[in-house]
């Protein structure tokens, strides 16, 4: 009965470099979100998916980053050309169905950029 | 606008009761959640509330909701110190899906 599975825990990236980000949604589970927490922030929306399609990305910057949730396979969030404020804790959650079923988080990938 | 406020931080005896205030400011959210985050963790979903309901209890939680003034309240009663972390509330805009706006966080402290 495995929740939410986010790897890696930690990333560290130069900037520059590219950051890929992976989230296994609970089973059964087709619904993914992307969440990211900065120090001291609560958690900013980014992008939310279904298999093979966004569809909500306004929270998330128009360029260096994107999301995909494919037919087979985890969701991947990807940052290119990472820079100092993309340092922050990346949370993936899932759901059950597109209406009002509550989320369930991973434990999140903590992304710093030197 | 759709911020989410909470207070920062709270600070209580173990045993004693905590109670956890947020606004929120969407009038037309359907449901409400509490969720708790241990440093390092993610976010564990502690209970939520219908907007129909005015209030909920599981256990040692108590969720109180005054919807006149997008009042929404967490109580922990006999607070352990296994509980400090912080709190977040979280409202679902009204867009079909579910999309949380969460506020900023409380920290709860329990000291022995």
């Known amino acids: 009965n495995a929740g939410v599975m986010q790897n890696p825990r930690h990333l560290v990236r130069r900037r520059g470099q590219e950051a890929r980000l992976r989230c296994s949604p609970m089973?059964?589970?087709?619904?993914v979100y992307w969440y990211r927490q900065l120090p001291e922030e609560g958690l900013k929306f980014m992008v939310y998916?279904?298999?093979?399609?966004?569809?909500?990305e306004s929270g998330m910057p128009k360029e260096r980053f994107s999301a995909e949730f494919p037919k087979e396979g985890p969701s991947i969030l990807r940052i290119q050309q990472v820079v100092r404020g993309d340092s922050a804790a990346y949370f993936c959650?899932?759901?059950?169905?597109?209406?009002?079923?509550?989320?369930?988080f991973g434990n999140g990938t903590r992304l710093t950029v030197t | 606008g759709e911020d989410v406020e909470q207070s920062l931080f709270l600070s209580v005896r173990e045993g004693d009761s905590s109670v956890i205030n947020c606004t929120y400011t969407?009038?037309?959210?359907?449901?409400l959640y509490w969720y708790k985050q241990e440093p390092g963790a993610g976010l564990q979903l502690l209970t939520y509330?219908?907007?129909?309901?005015d209030m909920k209890q599981d256990q040692r939680l108590t969720v109180l909701l005054n919807k006149k003034d997008k009042h929404l309240s967490l109580r922990i009663a006999d607070t352990q110190t296994g509980d400090s972390a912080i709190y977040f509330c979280?409202?679902?805009?009204?867009?079909?899906?579910?999309?949380?706006?969460f506020g900023k966080g409380t920290m709860l402290l329990v000291s022995p």
């Open positions: 959650a899932s759901s059950l169905d597109r209406g009002n079923s509550p989320l369930h």
């Open positions: 089973k059964g589970h087709s619904h």
């Open positions: 998916l279904q298999k093979e399609n966004i569809i909500d």
């Open positions: 969407d009038s037309s959210s359907t449901y």
């Open positions: 509330i219908f907007s129909n309901m």
């Open positions: 979280a409202e679902i805009l009204n867009s079909g899906y579910s999309t949380l706006t």
